[in-house]
Nanobody
Framework: QVQLVESGGGLVQAGGSLRLSCAAS????????MGWYRQAPGNQRELVATITTGGTTNYADSVKGRFTISRDGAKNTVYLQMNSLKPEDTAVYYC????????WGQGTQVTVSS
């Protein structure tokens, strides 16, 4: 069994910053890519950013230059630093961990007010 515990999120004004964290535990010996997706009301879940165990990152065009994904291998934790937030970043953000498994976090709400 794999467990993901997310933290961070909340309400922030446009232009502000937030940091999300997601810690993986359990049967994660094959853990490889971790990342973040988001889903706004009425929209499909979409990629925000991912990072592999080797540190290779991938970002959605809409967040490039504003968001930074990082990873602490010793803690099996992935972070998403979100700067210059915009109202259109408002969504539920979900952590994803993959290896010989695929596990979603429970989601954390990010609300950006204009």
């Amino acid at each position: 069994q794999v467990q993901l515990v997310e933290s961070g999120g909340g309400l922030v004004q446009a232009g502000g910053s937030l940091r999300l964290s997601c810690a993986a535990s359990g049967s994660i010996f094959s853990l490889n890519t971790m990342g973040w997706y988001r889903q706004a009301p009425g929209n499909q879940r979409e990629l925000v950013a991912t990072i592999t165990t080797g540190g290779t990152t991938n970002y959605a065009d809409s967040v490039k230059g504003r968001f930074t994904i990082s990873r602490d291998g010793a803690k099996n934790t992935v972070y998403l630093q979100m700067n210059s937030l915009k109202p259109e970043d408002t969504a539920v953000y979900y952590c994803l961990a993959t290896g010989q498994f695929l596990k979603w976090g429970q989601g954390t709400q990010v609300t950006v007010s204009s």
